[in-house]
């Protein structure tokens, strides 16, 4: 027809009688042939069946070629095929537009990207400055100032920690915007990050009159695969507000296991408040970046309303989702679901003394679910529990279980209740009381250790225990109060039992470059009784295994070493028919699971991460040591364990850079061997922030990974936690060419290493 000559530029003269595939559909849009068998209308005409082609190209008489779409159908006489009627279109038009709108989009994107990837950059251009304010804010506070310039001071360290805040969540938005926010896969315990929840956000709500409670179902596995840091950013995130938004009540956060298999579990956190709540239609808002309820909202509590926007986004990254159940005035409930691994073994925990069994215990709280939570807590540990809402009652509930001979071992007291206060309640009993028939007494509070102390004067208190509490700092409590064999104390924290020479007899080779590591290693087993002999590096250690007098027990091995590193020594040393059996346990900075298969896959029997865990390398000893040449020595029979210098429990030490209560179980409570270490470290370390520097001003991002590594487990070793996180995440960014954090994580070590090397000089001259 008319139509079909002027697309195609034939006439219909030339048309007519022609073979219609070998005249416009001979090639294919890259101009190679088109078989005429694979041509639609050639199928409609051997099948009788009908085709429709949404894009083909058909070609003009100049040899031009169009786009088009097309339908054909076959014609039937007599019950047999006798030819086909096709429809087509030219879609020249529709492509363009396509076409058009796919660039638009391109560009969009790219533009997204490019903004995303500005505000990163940005932001950690300006995080530089910001970090050395801090960094020198906290040294000026450290000197004498008047009273005039301590406030000024202290206003200006508020003020830029209130900035990096909203710096770092432009950061953390802008690395999701962009696609580089990539979750770690490490193995956690869900009941030590939920420690550290409490300890940040247990400050906030002590200056308001709530309470922040924490439920964890006991069927929730402790034991996770996942993204601790990331997880705990959005529990922060979520609780924080909850206290920002809360003038009174409680904040409750919760979790529970939706669903579980052997390798993956699926849980579900809930955090809810008694606060201002949201009202229906702001709340289709509050994941959107850079919003928050409303302005007025905004402007009375601050922030840039990227919180729930980088939450939400994170959750996605773990598989889940995130929602709101809120009115206002009634509070608010936010749920998210995770996904989350499981280990295939159980992780490594610290060794606790045994806790009493069938323990009788009295909750005492006017809050309800307080109460109700505190219950289900004691439950979930054996133990059963009785609750009442307030002192006289708690009084009462004693007199009536000692009049049925039923008598309690344990109360746990809140202490600010209306009436009569736990305080003065626990002063009540033991009037009432020889102490020998009085249960033991822990004080459980929203307020500072410090105030209950100072409010308890000369009462006699086995413990207080700082609100939101968690099963293992109850059991932690509970421990303490009855290793102590007396209600005595005012703090709850946990205490470690003396440990045994469980290393009695052993002889050990450990492989270690860095001196400060060798230090710490070998302190930790000689003091357990082993004999150690040190090697350097990997030629030292296939020497030492040589010409040893008697076979070692066991090998701990570092990995990056100069001359020779761990791998290569464990294949040399396995290679020897005389050196197949000796365990061979890495001692690494290097603690991804991967790290872990690379160390068995070399030869390895086990893995033990820096900084060290005395009891994670003592289990991964005891696992491996020869049967062959010996055996660890037992406790004495109806005795104590042998105790280690220092073991008893030290009170915190307050040193700028330093968590003393992480140094402190590293080292045994020995606060004279953290000296020594503190003394080694700014000797052997002071330059290690200028040579990293150094590093990435030559381009060498490798160099500052190497230089990192080694800083992290000395830094772990002596509590520099956050100094050694930092060098952790140079060692990222050299792993991943990752610029942006490896300057970011320059900053941190930078001003992290100032203040360990200022805790240095305090212990060097006795300050401390």
């Keep these: 027809n008319p139509v079909t000559a002027r697309l195609t530029g034939f006439t219909i003269e030339e048309l007519l009688g022609q073979n219609f595939h070998r005249l416009i559909h001979h090639s294919r849009a890259d101009g190679t042939?088109?078989?005429?068998?694979?041509?639609?209308?050639?199928?409609?005409?051997?099948?009788?069946?009908?085709?429709?082609?949404?894009e083909d190209t058909y070609w003009r008489k100049d040899a031009t070629s169009f786009p088009v779409e097309f339908a054909a159908a076959p014609t039937i006489e007599r019950g047999a095929v006798s030819g086909a009627v096709m429809v087509f279109r030219d879609i020249s038009d529709?492509?363009?537009?396509?076409?058009?709108?796919?660039l638009a989009l391109t560009t969009a994107e790219a533009a997204n990207r490019a903004k995303s990837e500005f505000l990163a950059n940005m932001s950690h251009e300006i995080r530089t400055p910001m970090n050395a304010i801090l960094g020198l804010t906290h040294l000026l506070q450290q000197t004498d100032l008047s009273a005039r310039q301590s406030d000024y001071a202290q206003k200006i360290r508020v003020s830029a920690n209130s900035l990096l805040g909203l710096l770092n969540d432009i950061l953390d938005f802008s690395k999701v915007e962009a696609g580089k926010l990539e979750l770690e896969r490490t193995e956690f315990r869900l009941d030590e990050l939920f420690q550290n929840l409490a300890t940040i956000v247990s400050t906030s709500a002590q200056d308001r009159d709530i309470e922040v409670l924490f439920t964890i179902d006991p069927a929730v596995p402790v034991d996770l695969v996942g993204d601790p840091l990331r997880l705990q950013q959005v529990l922060i995130n979520l609780a924080g507000n909850a206290i920002k938004f809360t003038h009174e009540g409680e904040v409750v956060v919760s979790v529970t296991a939706q669903s579980a298999t052997p390798d993956r579990v699926v849980l579900t956190f809930s955090v809810r408040d008694t606060?201002?709540?949201?009202?229906?239609?702001?709340?289709?808002?509050?994941?959107?970046?850079?919003?928050?309820?409303?302005?007025?909202?905004?402007?009375?509590?601050?922030?840039?309303?990227?919180?729930?926007?980088?939450?939400?986004?994170?959750?996605?990254?773990?598989?889940?989702?995130?929602?709101?159940?809120?009115?206002?005035?009634?509070?608010?409930?936010?749920?998210?679901?995770?996904?989350?691994g499981r280990p295939g073994l159980p992780l490594g925990t610290a060794a606790r003394q045994a806790a009493p069994r069938n323990?009788?215990?009295?909750?005492?709280?006017?809050?309800?679910?307080?109460?109700?939570?505190?219950?289900?807590?004691?439950?979930?540990?054996?133990?059963?529990?009785?609750?009442?809402?307030?002192?006289?009652?708690?009084?009462?509930?004693?007199?009536?279980?000692?009049?049925?001979?039923?008598?309690?071992?344990?109360?746990?007291?809140?202490?600010?209740?209306?009436?009569?206060?736990?305080?003065?309640?626990?002063?009540?009993?033991?009037?009432?009381?020889?102490?020998?028939?009085?249960?033991?007494?822990?004080?459980?509070?929203?307020?500072t250790r410090e105030r209950v102390a100072s409010a308890a004067g000369s009462l006699d208190l086995a413990g207080i225990m700082v609100k939101p509490v968690t099963p293992s700092l109850l059991l932690d409590a509970v421990t303490n109060a009855y290793g102590n064999g007396k209600a005595g104390g005012t703090d709850a924290a946990p205490v470690r039992q003396p440990a045994s020479r469980r290393l009695e007899g052993m002889s050990l080779l450990l492989v270690e470059d860095n001196a400060i590591n060798q230090e710490v290693a070998r302190e930790i087993l000689e003091r357990a009784g082993a004999g150690v002999t040190v090697a350097g590096n990997g030629r030292e250690a296939i020497t030492c295994v040589a010409g040893a007098d008697r076979p070692f027990n066991a090998v701990l091995m570092d990995l990056q070493m100069p001359e020779m590193d761990g791998f290569e020594t464990t294949r040399h040393l396995r290679a020897d028919p005389r050196h197949a059996a000796l365990p061979i346990i890495a001692m690494t900075a290097n603690a991804m699971a991967s790290d872990r298969e690379a160390c068995l896959a070399a030869g390895m029997n086990d893995h033990v991460p820096k900084p060290l865990d005395v009891d994670l390398l003592m289990?991964?000893?005891?696992?491996?040591?020869?049967?062959?040449?010996?055996?660890?020595?037992?406790?004495?029979?109806?005795?104590?364990?042998?105790?280690?210098?220092?073991?008893?429990?030290?009170?915190?030490?307050?040193?700028?850079?330093?968590?003393?209560?992480?140094?402190?179980?590293?080292?045994?409570?020995d606060r004279e061997l953290l000296w020594r270490f503190l003394a080694t470290f700014a000797r052997t370390e002071a330059g290690v922030a200028d040579a990293i520097d150094a590093a990435l001003a030559d381009g060498d991002l490798e160099r500052a990974g190497r230089l990192a590594h080694s800083l992290k487990s000395v830094a772990g070793n002596i509590g520099a936690v956050r100094l050694s996180a930092a060098a952790f995440d140079m060692q990222r960014a050299a792993h991943d060419q990752d610029w942006e954090l490896a300057r970011s994580a320059a900053n941190v070590i930078r001003e992290q290493l100032a203040l360990v090397l200022e805790a240095a000089r305090r212990t060097a001259s006795g300050a401390v």
């Design 275 to 340: 606060g201002i709540g949201i009202a229906d239609e702001q709340q289709a808002r509050l994941f959107l970046a850079f919003s928050q309820g409303d302005s007025s909202t905004t402007r009375r509590y601050g922030g840039t309303g990227l919180g729930l926007a980088i939450s939400s986004r994170l959750v996605t990254l773990m598989g889940g989702t995130m929602s709101v159940e809120s009115s206002p005035g009634e509070g608010s409930d936010f749920r998210f679901t995770a996904v989350f």
């Design 94 to 102: 529709r492509r363009r537009g396509e076409m058009a709108l796919k």
């Design 33 to 54: 042939p088109y078989p005429e068998y694979e041509c639609p209308l050639f199928e409609v005409l051997e099948t009788g069946e009908a085709r429709t082609i949404h």
């Design 619 to 669: 289990s991964a000893l005891e696992r491996w040591l020869s049967p062959a040449t010996g055996a660890p020595v037992a406790a004495p029979p109806g005795g104590s364990p042998l105790p280690l210098a220092g073991s008893l429990a030290a009170p915190p030490i307050d040193l700028p850079g330093i968590d003393s209560t992480d140094a402190m179980r590293r080292l045994d409570n």
């Design 359 to 447: 323990l009788r215990v009295l909750v005492v709280d006017d809050n309800p679910t307080a109460r109700d939570i505190m219950v289900n807590m004691v439950a979930s540990l054996g133990w059963s529990a009785v609750a009442v809402d307030s002192g006289s009652a708690a009084l009462a509930e004693l007199e009536r279980s000692a009049a049925e001979d039923r008598r309690y071992d344990l109360v746990l007291m809140d202490w600010q209740m209306p009436g009569m206060d736990g305080l003065e309640a626990a002063r009540r009993m033991r009037e009432a009381r020889p102490s020998g028939q009085l249960p033991i007494i822990i004080i459980v509070t929203a307020f």
